[in-house]
């Protein structure tokens, strides 16, 4: 006997937890494993009717044995009904508990629904039929019983027809999505597309259902009451009343595990970063002391062999160095903590300084360096130079790197206008280097990715560097991209939009990239708790001509200031010690009265963090690690010409 009903049960994949609910229900109701043979699942119910204890003791018994070649055939002839949407009703006599209750009648309603790995099996709800005869009132309610727990599943089931508008949802999708909407606009997308947070996505699935069976996905959606994540599978199915194709949509809820994972991957990339910012600092500090000895050893008498071991060590170095920085700035960047300055700058200076920390490794190679820089770029920009200058930096170290002979070539052009009225800049780096291949420009500028796997060996680097540049870009509000022929050279471009300063620079806005005579004796109190850093930076400054007293926190150098007001022009303050932190020092030394004319306190660290140096009480912060010339700058701009009297260098 053919029996009308929902087709719900023939769309949505069940789990054995998914069919507790109908151990509500007095009659029999079980699932069969079509292809495995074997019970998939039994109600209290079902366990008598077949004369099991438990529930397991059910799944593990062996029907597959004594299944009989017409049985298997009749269950072949079943789940093809059941794939056209047919339920099947028959009576069986069956023998409850072991016999003890003598031969019983039932009917038997089966449907087909799906299982784990999408395996089709066969629901069967069971109604025990009086001697009297079948009580066919009864089992219809009991059809029409099932099908409603089906329907109040915590999992939402909509159908949509072939044009995406919806058709039927469960109590569970209404909740969830509320009402269909029946005044959509003529160019509106669908019930379909318009259900997906995404409509790229939701519409990307649209298509793709209408070429497949079956698909999932995990999406975002939109609901009655905001976002939610949900786990779905759409089936293309045949509906048992209109015998047209419908797209059914099943999904569950998984918008707190999603967001206990969304928090467990902050929590982890949290502490890498934190991981990597102590490496990177336990790592830099002793590399910035090398470089600064070595600084100081170039700087005495050596023979011509000392003097190219010197530049040997400084060029590995300086390569680590980069490397160290690169993995910082790209946990800093994966952290979400990169740090943008908004400060004006002379365009043309960050351009040529540039061009101009590569010429050495060009020279070496015989590569021929040429540049342009369009008239209409202005002069002043204001915008964050020390990550534009990052960029550059790092493409025209991959020009050189990858080209054996021929040009490197920068040309930077302004654009129109944005729509917020900034000035667009545009950069380009060509070379004429090995080139890419059109299938390795797609993923270049992927963390970790090189554009072959032999790159590194043959050139080096950690795949980090382009990465780390559009990064950059994107956070900039720019663009970035390559145009390439393998073996005849590469184009990198990049462009980003400024802000156009208009004021005059003041002394303090642009630093002075040349040598600076100072010829004072200035008495300098430092604060550093590293005692190689305290010795490296007392033996420059000595050799500045200064004089150099060295404590080891900011709390003893609070201390030093209050017992000593008038024997210090200068505080050279390590940023991170223990007992008390650089900040906190200056800000007590500001407390104390002493004016930033007074007594000027610069700081010293390897971060790149942007601050405002003024607001936590310094003058200004010279970077790590440290140059001669870095100090000499640094003391000659911030500390006023009538300090130490006049007295010369010692």
């Excluded at 206990?260 to 990597?276: G, N, Y």
Aim: overall charge negative.
């Amino acid at each position: 006997m053919a029996v009308r009903r929902d087709s719900l049960s023939l769309t949505k994949v069940f789990q054995r937890e998914d069919l507790e609910v109908f151990n509500v229900l007095k009659n029999p109701v079980w699932v069969l494993d079509a292809e495995f043979k074997c019970m998939y699942w039994g109600n209290d119910a079902a366990l008598a009717v077949w004369s099991a204890s438990t529930l397991q003791e059910l799944i593990d018994r062996d029907f597959a044995t004594d299944m009989s070649p017409a049985t298997e055939s009749r269950l072949e002839d079943y789940l093809a009904r059941f794939r056209q949407g047919e339920v099947i009703s028959e009576q069986w006599t069956v023998y409850p508990n072991f016999g003890k209750e003598g031969p019983k009648t039932i009917n038997c309603v089966h449907s087909g629904i799906w299982i784990d790995n999408n395996r089709l099996a066969v629901l069967v709800e069971a109604v025990f039929i009086p001697e009297s005869g079948r009580p066919s009132e009864e089992v219809d309610q009991m059809g029409v019983r099932g099908v409603e727990m089906l329907r109040q599943l915590p999992v939402v089931v909509r159908q949509f027809d072939v044009n995406g508008n919806i058709m039927d949802q469960n109590a569970e999708a209404m909740k969830e999505f509320g009402p269909a909407k029946t005044n959509r606009k003529p160019n509106e997308p669908c019930d379909f597309i318009r259900s997906f947070e995404s409509e790229e996505l939701g519409a990307k699935m649209y298509k793709q259902i209408q070429e497949t069976q079956d698909c999932k996905l995990d999406a975002e959606q939109s609901c009655m009451d905001g976002k939610k994540w949900f786990s779905i599978r759409l089936r293309r199915v045949r509906d048992p009343v209109t015998n047209s194709d419908v797209i059914v949509y099943s999904g569950r809820d998984i918008s707190d595990i999603m967001e206990r994972a969304k928090e467990e991957a902050d929590r982890i990339s949290m502490e890498r970063s934190e991981f990597f910012a102590v490496m990177a600092h336990e790592i830099r500090t002793p590399l910035h002391q090398i470089n600064g000895f070595i600084e100081l050893l170039a700087r005495t008498s050596l023979t011509e062999e000392q003097k190219d071991f010197i530049t040997v060590v400084q060029g590995s170095t300086s390569a680590l160095m980069a490397i160290i920085n690169d993995l910082l700035d790209f946990t800093k960047i994966e952290a979400g903590k990169l740090a943008l300055e908004n400060i004006p700058f002379e365009a043309r200076g960050v351009v040529n300084g540039c061009i101009a920390a590569i010429m050495p490794q060009a020279d070496d190679k015989k590569l021929q360096v040429v540049a342009h820089i369009a008239r209409q770029v202005p002069l002043k920009l204001q915008g964050d130079p020390n990550r534009l200058r990052q960029i550059m930096s790092n493409l025209l170290s991959n020009a050189v790197k990858f080209t054996k002979e021929g040009t490197i070539s920068t040309k930077v052009t302004r654009l129109d206008n944005d729509a917020e009225g900034r000035v667009v800049v545009r950069i380009e780096v060509s070379d004429t280097g090995i080139g890419i291949k059109n299938v390795e420009s797609k993923t270049i500028f992927n963390a970790y990715q090189q554009a072959d796997a032999s790159t590194s060996r043959h050139f080096g680097g950690t795949g980090l560097g382009l990465a780390i540049c559009d990064a950059l870009v994107k956070a900039m509000g720019g663009r970035i991209g390559v145009e390439s022929e393998y073996g005849k050279g590469s184009t990198f471009w990049f462009e980003l939009p400024f802000q156009r300063y208009l004021k005059r620079f003041s002394g303090n806005e642009l630093s002075n990239e040349n040598e600076v005579e100072d010829k004072r004796c200035l008495r300098i109190l430092m604060a550093e708790d590293n005692k190689v850093n305290q010795k490296l930076a007392s033996a420059m400054l000595k050799r500045l001509g200064h004089t150099v007293h060295v404590v080891e926190n900011g709390e003893m150098a609070v201390s030093e200031i209050d017992l000593r007001r008038q024997d210090y022009d200068v505080v050279l303050m390590d940023i991170q010690m223990p007992v008390m932190d650089g900040i906190d020092a200056a800000k007590e030394i500001r407390n104390h009265g002493f004016s930033f004319h007074d007594l000027p306190v610069l700081g010293l660290t390897a971060s790149v963090q942007s601050i405002d140096w003024h607001e936590v009480g310094m003058n200004d912060c010279i970077k790590k690690p440290v140059r001669m010339n870095d100090l000499k700058q640094a003391l000659a701009k911030n500390v006023p010409c009538n300090k130490s009297n006049g007295v010369p260098a010692c």
